[in-house]
């Protein structure tokens, strides 16, 4: 194990005790039989239940499986990070310990990029009818978002479950970006790339950690760190909140001529709501952006890695990355 295997299939996990034993059935004697050198590199995110004790007792008897914990709970897309400039395959798979990405299809994958000649192979989601309609409906309204504001073919259904190779991991490491988002970063990049269509399951286990407050958090992080959008739309309500200013001033100067003026208080709540809501949105936007060059300047860890079953020998990456926490 210590020479470099030709694959490495990263797994992001958080308290997935549940699903462990299931992962582990499908997971072992499917990366034996692809004929090639293979780490299956599980990055623990810093869980609380058992998940890190069965992985650990698991390695035991898998020399192939390499366990990473980070000392806290860090994010997922902080946990790919790890798992990025950890892993040392020639490709790199990355894969949610759920399963409702098929493992299976890394085969796919495999022959997919060497017949195709490309250096990304995107999972993309051919039925997600195992998905509430809420979250399809979410879904599509996010990929539509990042399609215009970061100027590039986004792969719809296309999340974290993909195949890049070793100069996609390298280029990705050395973006000096913070908090980065993948399902973004790595179609920003460019490279040749192909897909494979899979039908999603339902979760073999648990239950997901990933719930609304994150996934709302993600589309804003996406948005912010990709786009100078918000701003640019801040400034279109300071104007239009302008104009209206302008509107009422001119409406009460026609009322005050024409002798028509009656004190009321519906026509000065109006304006001050209108215009107070539009000032505390685009101070809310300008605010986020303040947020992340604060966070930037602080240069904190995005993640710290508290062990590596490796070991440290040919592995000569620190022990964390420095880039800010994820909020």
């Known amino acids: 194990m210590r020479d470099h295997p030709e694959l490495s299939v990263v797994v992001p996990m958080y308290d997935e005790e549940e699903v462990l034993p299931i992962f582990f059935e499908r997971m072992h004697p499917l990366l034996d039989g692809l004929g090639i050198t293979y780490e299956l590199l599980v990055v623990d995110d810093g869980s609380r239940d058992k998940t890190a004790e069965l992985l650990l007792a698991a390695a035991e008897d898998w020399p192939q499986l390499r366990v990473v914990r980070l000392l ?9 990070s790890a798992g990025f400039r950890r892993a040392r395959g020639q490709y790199v798979v990355t894969i949610d310990a759920d399963l409702q990405d098929p493992p299976e299809v890394i085969a796919e994958f495999l022959q997919a990029v060497n017949e195709q000649d490309v250096d990304v192979v995107y999972g993309v989601r051919s039925d997600r009818s195992s998905d509430s309609w809420a979250k399809r409906t979410s879904a599509r309204l996010y990929y539509r978002l990042m399609c215009r504001l970061v100027g590039k073919d986004i792969p719809f259904d296309a999340a974290d479950f993909r195949l890049v190779t070793r100069r996609v991991v390298d280029a990705v490491n050395a973006l000096p970006d913070d908090g980065r988002v993948f399902r973004l970063v790595i179609p920003w990049l460019g490279f040749p790339s192909a897909e494979v269509r899979y039908v999603r399951a339902e979760r073999a286990a648990g239950t997901t950690k990933y719930n609304f407050s994150k996934m709302l958090r993600l589309a804003f992080d996406s948005v912010t760190a990709f786009s100078a959008a918000p701003l640019r739309l801040a400034t279109w309500l300071g104007l239009l909140g302008g104009a209206m200013s302008g509107l009422f001033v001119v409406g009460a100067l026609v009322i005050k001529l024409t002798g028509r003026s009656i004190p009321g208080w519906t026509s000065t709540v109006l304006a001050v709501s209108v215009i107070g809501a ?17 966070q930037s300047s602080q240069r904190r860890p995005q993640f710290l890695v508290g062990y590596d079953s490796l070991g440290d020998h040919g592995h000569q990456e620190p022990l964390h990355h420095k880039a800010p926490s994820d909020r």
Do not use: K, M, T
């Open 72 to 80: 806290r709970n860090s994010g997922h897309q902080a946990a790919q």
């Open 278 to 294: 539009i000032q505390l949105l685009c101070l809310g936007l300008l605010g986020e952006y303040v947020a992340r060059l604060f």
